[in-house]
T-cell receptor, first 115, second 117 residues
Framework: DQQVKQNSPSLSVQEGRISILNCDYTNSMFDYFLWYKKYPAEGPTFLIS?????DKNEDGRFTVFLNKSAKHLSLHIVPSQPGDSAVYFC??????????????FGQGTTLQVKP | EPEVTQTPSHQVTQMGQEVILRCVPISNHLYFYWYRQILGQKVEFLVS????????KSEIFDDQFSVERPDGSNFTLKIRSTKLEDSAMYFCASSYRGPGSGANVLTFGAGSRLTVL
């Protein structure tokens, strides 16, 4: 049951350049999409979210784009910094009538930002 | 900044033993969750808890698992008889707004690593 997929296990970018992390989903009933960042030995921490009725949400260096027709979203980080090196998880919510607020996560993409 | 705290950070147990993982969610949060991440795999939903009862559970959350909020602050996950495949990082999470009120932003704890030998 892979309703949320992150097909790139890893990404390496140079400091100052743009990082683009991708996520695909299969369930058109999702109402919100969230991105989380995870450092080793820590829990996931929330970065940014987007409603399914929007196509873009921006917060500082982070922008999430949503393409509903393609069932695809992406997280842009610009400029990338070495401290952004972490595992990034895409997550989705709101897929069922018994909506308990659970998040369904993708497999994660490990981002390495090189100085 | 308020945080979700989990104990223990690491527990090693023998197969067949009972394990209790503890969590203290953020104090004004109303919705509570357990997730797990087997090494190298994705973060998987186990169970959600609201108003002192389970609101949803996954296929993973079988009869060997139970959750409790015994005293209004702690939120525990019990595994009755551990199996080798229960070895994973277990994350507790909580949220305030829940479903239907904007994005349900879960705040996660640092996790409890369970190793079953």
């Amino acid at each position: 049951d892979q309703q949320v997929k992150q097909n790139s296990p890893s990404l390496s970018v140079q400091e100052g350049r743009i990082s683009i992390l991708n996520c695909d989903y299969t369930n058109s009933m999702f109402d919100y999409f969230l991105w989380y960042k995870k450092y080793p030995a820590e829990g996931p921490t929330f970065l940014i979210s987007i409603s399914s009725i929007k196509d873009k949400n921006e917060d500082g260096r982070f922008t999430v784009f949503l393409n509903k027709s393609a069932k695809h979203l992406s997280l842009h980080i610009v400029p990338s910094q070495p401290g952004d090196s972490a595992v990034y998880f895409c997550a989705a919510s709101g897929s069922s009538s018994s909506n308990t607020g659970k998040l369904i996560f993708g497999q994660g993409t490990t981002l390495q930002v090189k100085p | 900044e308020p945080e979700v705290t989990q104990t223990p950070s690491h527990q090693v147990t023998q197969m067949g033993q009972e394990v209790i993982l503890r969590c203290v969610p953020i104090s004004n949060h109303l919705y509570f969750y357990w997730y797990r991440q087997i090494l190298g795999q994705k973060v998987e939903f186990l169970v959600s808890f609201y108003n002192n009862e389970i609101s949803e559970k996954s296929e993973i959350f079988d009869d060997q698992f139970s959750v409790e909020r015994p005293d209004g602050s702690n939120f525990t996950l019990k595994i009755r008889s551990t199996k080798l495949e229960d070895s994973a990082m277990y994350f507790c999470a909580s949220s305030y707004r829940g479903p239907g009120s904007g994005a349900n932003v879960l705040t996660f704890g640092a996790g409890s690593r369970l190793t079953v030998l």
